[in-house]
């Protein structure tokens, strides 16, 4: 018996958030009434005549550079046809031989993962399955012709866990290029993996199988996992792999075979005779390239390097492009208002207070409170008005009212308490009140000291500051 290696390849389709859909001018918004945003063009109506989005291509020319591409001057549309109720011209306009990009790569835990080729093409439409009474199955045309762009990854992935990496990656690649929202679950980003299994050692790929629709990174990861199992239970037991796409069953935990995988001959792709050649120049791909925000895999090390923050905060705060961008922008807005160390100190209100109160739909993320109201707010920390609890106070009241941090200290009195006559009153009280802790202190239980901070503390509402309430407790107690 000999070990096993599994070899992954993923294809991926991601939907580019235009407003427009590829070839015509209908728009691409999602949950529209069904076959309301249609036209000749994306019916397929015979004589209707597709124009290319400028908008679109240069969405995919982005995710070419994202992806470290060769953006190709000239690329082809070409017709991929097949008979399918969800295609009514009977083919589905796509690149073939002369793709958009070539030869890119992914960083995914140290290892690199080789894109082949990055392609545009548009959607077809969505069979709906018994929605209407008497009705079996109705075709919404509203996502016909919505472009997408397809990133053809080479099989450099060695197991499910891996994959599942690689597809996180290049989720966040996408999402933080700005042209992908990410939703696994609506289909705007979906997986199609293969995957084979050969002896350890060995350079040839094993024949591969073809999982398709995998709609949430669970998922991917399971059924590829449950796929190995399979090849490498056929290959000990002296059988052999057929090449052929199969689905994942969640219960059973298994896959099926769905149909036998066509030959890409059956598509009898061909150049489209409708459509000039797609040309790309220079002048767009430096405008793209310039307008490409940074990603976030730059911004985790930028961060780590000159700021000093940990890999944890990074991570976190890359979670999605708007948090990143509202932390870039509180640290600028820092500058010259906190002092060393502001920008950690930013980074942990960030990922402990503010991520509590951040709701994210899709590219959209909803943050209450801007980055200069929450320098303010940390300035007064820093400063001593504000302890750290009476922030967070004051950070629930921003939220809730939309006033200022300074606003809100003012006028509702929440001024740290640094007047040493005032403390040393409470002080003196607390001691009064609590004779029975008192005594045992003198008798040599020191750490009962730490009771009476916490009591006058309790005392003036959080609002005295610490160092001082110490300083007065040493002198009274050492009296
Ligand atoms: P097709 O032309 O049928 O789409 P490709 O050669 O273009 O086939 O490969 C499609 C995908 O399958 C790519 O992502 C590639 O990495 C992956 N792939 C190809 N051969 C194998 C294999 N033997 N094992 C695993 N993945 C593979
Ligand atoms: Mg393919
Ligand atoms: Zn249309």
């Known amino acids: 018996m000999s ?3 599994a070899v992954i390849g993923l294809e991926v389709h991601a939907q580019l958030l235009t407003r427009a859909k590829l070839f015509c001018a209908c728009s691409t918004a999602f949950g529209a009434p069904p076959n309301t945003n249609v036209c000749p063009v994306c019916l397929g109506l015979p004589g209707a005549l597709p124009v290319p989005s400028e908008e679109a291509v240069e969405m995919a020319v982005a995710v070419a550079l994202a992806l470290g591409c060769r953006v190709q001057p000239r690329s082809r549309w070409a017709r991929k046809n097949y008979f399918y109720p969800d295609l009514a011209k009977g083919y589905q306009i796509s690149q073939f031989d002369a793709p958009l990009a070539l030869g890119g790569a992914l960083e995914v835990d140290g290892v690199t993962v080789r894109i082949r080729r990055v392609h545009l093409e548009e959607d077809a439409a969505k069979n709906l399955h018994g929605v209407a009474a ?5 075709v919404d045309f509203n996502r016909a012709g919505v472009p997408l762009v397809e990133i053809v990854g080479e099989p450099d992935l060695r197991s499910a866990e891996q994959a599942e990496r690689y597809l996180r990656a290049l989720r966040e690649t996408l999402m933080f290029a700005r042209v992908n929202d990410g939703n696994l679950e609506e289909g705007s980003f979906r997986c199609d993996a293969n995957v084979s299994v050969r002896p350890v050692g060995r350079s040839e790929l094993g024949t591969r199988v073809e999982i398709k629709n995998l709609n949430s990174f669970r998922f991917v990861r399971r059924a590829l996992q449950a796929e190995i199992r399979r ?3 056929i290959l000990e037991s002296g059988g052999q792999v057929v090449h052929e796409t199969r689905g994942y069953r969640e219960g059973l935990d298994d896959t099926v075979p769905q149909r036998t995988k ?16 797609l040309r790309v120049d220079e002048a767009l791909v430096r405008r793209v390239a310039q307008r490409l925000p940074e990603s976030a895999a730059s911004r985790r090390a930028r961060w780590q390097q000159t700021l000093g923050l940990t890999a944890y905060d990074a991570q976190v705060l890359t979670g999605h492009p708007a948090i990143a961008d509202w932390f870039d922008a509180a640290v600028a807005a820092a500058e010259g208002r906190l ?11 960030a990922t402990t207070e503010l991520l509590r109160v951040v709701s994210i739909d899709g590219l959209r993320a909803h943050i209450p409170v ?19 609890s009476m922030a967070k106070d004051v950070f629930a ?3 809730a009212t939309g006033r200022s941090a300074r606003a809100i200290a003012e006028t509702e009195g929440l001024v740290q308490l640094s007047d040493e006559a005032a403390i040393e009153a409470v ?14 202190f003198r008798a040599g239980k020191t750490n009962v000291a730490g009771f009476f901070v916490g009591q006058v503390m309790r005392q003036t509402g959080g609002r005295a500051q610490p160092d001082l309430v110490r300083r007065v407790l040493d002198r009274l107690l050492g009296a």
Request: aromatic share 6%; charged share 30%.
């Open 3 to 5: 070990a096993w290696e």
């Open 134 to 138: 008497g009705s079996d199955t109705l």
């Open 231 to 233: 090849q490498i239970g």
């Open 262 to 277: 066509e030959q890409a001959h059956d598509y009898r792709y061909f150049p489209d005779p409708d459509l000039p050649e």
């Open 339 to 349: 002092g060393a160390g502001g920008p950690k100190r930013i980074a942990n209100f």
């Open 370 to 388: 801007s980055p200069d109201r929450v320098v303010e707010l940390l300035e007064l920390v820093e400063r001593g008005t504000l302890s750290g």
């Open 397 to 399: 009241r921003m939220v």
């Open 427 to 440: 002080c003196r009280q607390v001691l009064e009140a609590h004779p029975k802790e008192l005594a045992r």
